[in-house]
């Protein structure tokens, strides 16, 4: 049997409460469990995880999300893919990356959301994060990959340094695998020499860097950095791959409105001046329900403005390169006619709601509750906050990049606060996109038992 390599090996821990994920490319999340409820083995075992192999071993992407997955987006699936007589009782991969904490703040990137959310509750924090710590150190001998970090930097996560530092598999050391995945704003001598043990693996390194430009470079990465920082440790890590310390380097950049123009160059200098052995060219993906922001960033867009501009850049030779690999494969990103159209339909929700006069009335029979949650802090889902914390309860709202955010002075979750939070109410998901569905499902799985609709459907049922 042939199955993708991540829906195998993919495993992923990404925040304080040990959610696991297989595969991070799926557009419900891929959650399996929880390192909170159970152990590793359980959760790499669980019917979740079965469920995401059984459907790619049947070769069913429909969970694939192209714009976030580059096997999809370049139709190559099966070149990524391996041949699989049993699954293994231990997971043989795992990537690290639950302290979200980072000393960048990206214009594309939730984790400063994620740090505000965590800044009172560093004494939980610290409890969550050695119990993560010791269940890991439980299945650590027997994985033969092991990464850090992707979300959040590296260099300023400490229990993910110190896991790394002491890894010690149960198989040859040059028959194991060890990454490291960081901005590289902090990859000096200094800090290399905290970690450089893990030199006696082979060892692959990826740094992500937003632009070579100044201004786009401090603007894109939220930091006031210079530039010539980050090029100098840029240097330094190529000294390490020509040594052989190094065994892969991969650069890499998210482009977006604000960095395309220079992609050409970009890719150049990681090829011919930084020594990278691969060169990722990710696509901007919105985290959230895109607003005019995030529709002006993704020039993949056939209806954004500079799309025409990004397609001409596009044509330049590097990308032929085999070193170079844009992994939005060609493919347009399908957010459409987003802004006015979207907009529109928004507001004719919102004026067809402020016509019921007995509208919360409504949806409490409908859901058959004086309380409710509203997932998704959408122009609808704002509008759908004010009206219903009126007259009914709303003891908290949910939305996955604005976690730590409050509005209508009520706390916005992230979808990795499910441990804590009440799930006995109804939920209505204030998003009008296939990824409704999608978002149902995840809640159901997290285990809210109650009625869950969405705002289309809720607007059906009041009728």
């Not at 714009?67 to 893919?81: L, M, Q």
């Not at 992230?414 to 409704?436: M, Q, Y």
Request: glycine letters at 6%.
């Amino acid at each position: 049997m042939r199955i993708c390599e991540r829906a195998l090996n993919f495993i992923q821990i990404i925040n304080a409460e040990g959610i696991v994920r297989n595969c991070s490319w799926q557009y419900d999340g891929g959650v399996i469990g929880k390192l909170s409820e159970a152990s590793m083995e359980e959760i790499y075992n669980s019917e979740e995880a079965n469920l995401i192999r059984k459907k790619h071993f049947d070769k069913d992407y429909s969970n694939c999300n192209p714009n976030a997955c580059p096997y999809v987006a370049n139709n190559n699936v099966d070149k990524h893919s391996l041949n699989v007589d049993e699954v293994p009782k231990f997971p043989q991969e795992l990537h690290l990356a639950y302290e979200n904490v980072c000393n960048y703040h990206c214009v594309t990137c939730t984790i400063p959301s994620c740090m505000e959310y965590n800044r009172s509750r560093q004494e939980i924090l610290e409890q969550q994060y050695n119990h993560i710590d010791n269940e890991l150190k439980k299945v650590l001998p027997y994985v033969k990959h092991l990464t850090a970090n992707g979300l959040g930097e590296f260099f300023v996560s400490k229990h993910i340094m110190r896991l790394m530092q002491n890894w010690e598999p149960n198989y040859p050391a040059k028959e194991c695998r060890a990454g490291i995945e960081t901005n590289g704003s902090l990859f000096n001598e200094k800090n290399w020499k905290k970690v450089e043990n893990l030199s006696r693996f082979n060892l692959e390194v990826a740094i992500t860097v937003m632009s070579f430009e100044e201004e786009a470079y401090q603007y894109l990465s939220g930091t006031k950095l210079p530039v010539s920082n980050i090029i100098d440790n840029l240097r330094f890590v190529k000294e390490l791959r020509e040594r052989g310390i190094i065994n892969h380097l991969e650069l890499a950049t998210v482009y977006q409105e604000g960095n395309f123009r220079t992609l050409p160059e970009f890719s150049r200098r990681c090829i011919e001046e930084f020594g990278a052995d691969y060169v990722r060219l990710r696509p901007y993906e919105p985290w959230v329900d895109p607003g005019l922001d995030d529709w002006m960033k993704d020039v993949r867009n056939a209806d954004n403005p500079y799309h025409g501009e990004f397609l001409q850049v596009m044509k330049h030779e590097i990308f032929k390169h085999p070193k170079v690999h844009d992994w939005g494969g060609g493919k347009e990103s399908g957010l459409g006619k987003a802004i006015y159209p979207k907009s529109m339909s928004q507001f004719r929700l919102m004026d067809k709601i402020l016509c019921i006069d007995d509208f919360s009335d409504r949806v409490k029979n409908v859901l058959d509750s004086e309380t409710v949650m509203i997932y998704a802090m959408t122009t609808a889902g704002r509008f759908l906050t004010k009206i219903l914390s009126k007259d009914m309860i709303v003891p908290y709202l949910m939305d996955r990049g604005q976690s730590g955010n409050v509005y209508q002075n009520i706390p916005i979750m992230g979808v990795s606060n499910f441990d804590h939070l009440d799930k006995d109410l109804p939920v209505i998901i204030a998003l009008t996109t296939k990824s409704a569905i999608m978002v149902k499902e995840m809640l159901k799985r997290a285990g809210y038992k109650r009625k869950i609709v969405t705002i289309d459907e809720l607007m059906v049922l009041i009728a």
